[in-house]
């Protein structure tokens, strides 16, 4: 492990997840906002489950690990909300059982430590005739997906967990359907920036200390970054590690 200890950020789910950095995904937006001051740590893995994910769960989180995380964004649902395959094989679980396997997986993670926050992504929206026009068919439906994301929000506010609502929040302009999913399911770079807003206004609005939204973070070895001179008279002299680049700026 390379030092020193930054706050760790881990992004656990299935492959909304694990291909947050492609088409300028939301993983890879706060891996670049978040770089100097923590470590965004990639935990997606494509076609899981909630059953899955507790199988591995203390590998991937072990209580004992010598520094626990500052934040886990959650997000499983899209698969376990599939429509059951007749000969069993997909990867559909029942809304009763994912519900208590995500409240057991939020157990787990609060259990770390008590400084490690939870954000929880509720199962976000399909567009069904994409997925059936590229893949010749499909279990997924809008409509188990709405309600398999409201079962989740509602956990998570029995529980007092910070949770966003991504079915709701993907489908907040005219033409989401066809401006936020490269395939029906995964999202397009338009669709992560909804995401991405949506991660950093609750971090922003959490009352939590250290609060962890990127700006509130101080950078790390800021004394040591040099100082440039701005302005029109190229006079005003800023240190570079508070420079607010032009596309981090949307994100303060």
Known sequence: MVGPNRPQIVLFGSSIVQFSYSHEGWGSILTDLYSC??????????????????????????????????????????NDSMKP????????????????????IVLHL???????????????????????????SSRRSNESSHIYSEACIKMCQELGIK?????????????????????????????SKVVVKEILKVVKEANWEPNLHW???????????????????????VNVADLDLDWQAQWI
């Open 110 to 136: 609060k259990s770390l430590s008590e400084k490690t926050r939870i954000l929880v992504l509720s199962t976000p929206p399909v567009y069904e005739e994409q997925i059936i026009k590229l893949f010749g």
């Open 163 to 191: 949770v966003i609502d991504l079915w709701t929040a993907l489908q907040n302009r005219d033409d989401w359907l066809t401006a936020h999913f490269t395939d029906g399911v995964h999202l397009t770079a338009e669709a």
């Open 37 to 78: 001051k923590a470590d965004i740590v990639l935990r997606g893995y494509g076609g899981w489950n909630t059953r899955l994910a507790l199988q591995v769960l203390d590998q991937i989180f072990p209580k004992d690990a010598a520094v626990q995380p500052s934040l886990v964004i959650v997000y499983f649902g899209g």
């Open 215 to 237: 700006k509130s973070l101080p950078n790390e070895f800021a004394q040591y970054s040099p100082t440039i001179f701005v302005g029109p008279n190229g006079n005003t002299p």
């Open 85 to 104: 395959d007749p000969n069993g094989s997909n990867a559909h679980v029942p809304l009763l059982e994912y519900i208590q396997n995500m409240k057991n």
